[in-house]
């Protein structure tokens, strides 16, 4: 177990083996997992949204600079505001509320959407999960429809056992806490029948979604957020990705 894949938090008195022993497991814990981020990589969508906005802008008497995908994403990670990264690729004043809301508009266009990609070693650590006896739960400000099919077209949605997501196709880009909070309270109302309770996410909502409903926070770090960011949230724990998670769990319920 190094520092690079799990992070415990300093002020925590308690460690992995109690939160995730093998008691809990037999008693079949109930995994609630966030869908962009810790299952889906939507970096390569956010950055090409990126860069048609800028380029619609660049056609405007301004001139605009586009950052590097890695400097774009290094930004969002670290939640630098869409306003700051509009104004640092060069867009001026009476440029940003028009390249805003066309970013809005596009985002989850289905030319872009298909740019979303399944994380790797996902399969592996839903699959472990699952063998045993760990029940799985998506909670995501995703258009639930849009999930369902991606889980389709991947082979995961036998995996899940129900999926809490908006209708609206604009929520999670906006990633709103108490909208989180809200789903995570109806998932736990209708799967959680013990009180071995996780939420998994990749962001700030996430953690807050957990806390106010009581049950463990993991945060990844392989998503929108790094584990820098995170960490000024307390979460329980942060973890490189869905599979050390995944493998953490087990192994220190020595399965």
Request: hydrophobic fraction near 35%.
């Amino acid at each position: 177990m190094t520092k690079s894949t799990l992070l415990v938090k300093p002020t925590a008195d308690k460690n992995i083996q109690n939160i995730f022993n093998l008691a809990n497991l037999q008693e079949k814990a109930t995994l609630f997992c966030d869908f962009d981020g810790p299952i889906v990589d939507v970096s390569d969508r956010y950055y090409r949204t990126y860069k048609i906005c800028l380029q619609k802008m660049k056609r405007s008497a301004f001139g605009s600079k586009a950052l590097s995908k890695k400097q774009f994403w290094q930004m969002k990670q670290h939640r630098i505001s869409d306003i700051k990264i509009a104004k640092r690729s060069g867009l001026k004043s009476e440029q940003i509320d028009p390249f805003l809301q066309e970013v809005r508009t596009i985002v989850n266009h289905p030319d872009l959407l298909e740019a979303d990609r399944i994380q790797p070693g996902v399969k592996w650590a839903l699959g472990m999960l699952r063998s045993q006896g760990v029940r799985l739960v998506l909670v995501t400000l995703r258009c639930q429809s849009q999930v369902k099919e991606i889980l389709k077209q991947s082979g995961l949605e036998s995996l899940f056992s129900g999926v809490y997501g908006r209708r609206d196709i604009h929520s999670a880009y906006q990633n709103n806490a108490e909208l989180k909070t809200e789903l995570l309270k109806n998932a736990l109302r209708d799967r959680a029948h013990n009180s071995c309770n996780y939420m998994v996410g990749d962001t700030e909502a996430d953690i807050i979604a957990a806390k106010e409903t009581g049950i463990n926070s993991i945060a990844l770090s392989c998503g929108i957020r790094s584990s820098r960011y995170l960490s000024k949230y307390q979460p329980d724990y942060i973890c490189k990705d869905l599979l050390s998670t995944a493998h953490h769990l087990l192994d220190s319920a020595k399965l």
